[in-house]
């Protein structure tokens, strides 16, 4: 392990070829860390854009509580962390079970996802998104949902809201669809340093969402203070399941997962 963090230091200094490809045949076959949902062991996830190194000052202060960019992708399905979190808490929760017997809906269905609702038959599945770039998703947008009121039995949202506009229609749009009974899924990267959004009609360029928002298609920065009151305004009854609940730190590093990403079900 020490030469392949020595390795890594050359890297960031020389960023030779060979030695990125010694490192990469180290990482697959260490052993510090599992994709949960290839179940394959190696050493380090894949860093989304340059980690939290390349994250600026202002934002880490807010201190977001979103994907986990340090260990985002891993090196052999390519699933990222909110999918394998996803995964790990429906398995833990018994959720799919449930999905079985629902009429589902998805927004941006993630690849290993959407695979599992598939071979779990339920009742109906609608894959939706506002560009979709295959012919199983339709083109839906959350703030206009074109089915009639409880349509839907599980709405599955995962990191949307923040890129909507006006994401309180989608929010007020998903619960009309839901059913009673139903379950909304609508994980959303937040600050729990905000006591409101932060979000100004300025920052209208990529490079100043980037710079004031971490991305260049966010809307804005949520405060989850201000999130859960307006999904609670909404109408949905808000149970907050902790990630601390189900899994310990050790295992939440070990799979790469954000273990301060806590999963909110929405009900109706
Ligand atoms: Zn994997």
Redesign the pocket.
């Known amino acids: 392990m020490k030469i392949y963090l020595l390795l890594k230091k050359c890297y960031t200094i020389f960023c030779s070829r060979p030695i990125r490809k010694v490192l990469a045949f180290l990482n697959k076959h260490g052993h510090k860390k599992k994709?949960y949902?290839?179940k394959?062991e190696f050493n380090s996830f894949g860093l989304y854009g340059k980690g939290s190194k390349g994250v600026p000052d202002f934002i880490k202060e807010l201190k977001l509580v979103g994907s986990d960019i340090d260990n985002y992708s891993?090196i052999?399905?390519g699933?990222h962390d909110r999918e394998r979190h996803l995964f790990m808490y429906f398995d833990r929760l018994q959720l799919w079970d449930k999905i079985a017997q629902c009429k589902v809906l998805h927004f941006a269905p993630e690849k290993y996802i959407r695979k599992k609702i598939l071979s779990i038959r339920p009742i109906s599945y609608i894959m939706a998104d506002l560009n979709p770039m295959e012919k199983s998703i339709l083109c839906i947008d959350a703030t206009n949902i074109p089915y009639p009121d409880k349509s839907f039995d599980f709405i599955l949202c995962n990191h949307v809201l923040e890129h909507i506009t006006n994401y309180k229609k989608a929010i007020d749009e998903i619960y009309r669809v839901l059913n009673f009974g139903g379950i909304a899924i609508l994980q959303t990267p937040f600050s729990r340093v905000l006591e409101n959004n932060f979000e100004d009609e300025g920052i209208n360029t990529n490079e100043l969402r980037l710079f004031f928002y971490g991305e260049s298609d966010h809307r804005r920065i949520f405060s989850e203070k201000q999130l859960a009151g307006e999904f609670i305004s909404a109408g949905f009854v808000l149970k907050l399941i902790t990630n601390n609940s189900l899994f310990d730190k050790n295992t939440s590093v070990y799979y790469g997962i954000n273990y301060n990403e806590d999963l909110y079900m929405l009900t109706k």
């Open positions: 994709c949902i290839c394959r891993c052999f399905c699933c």
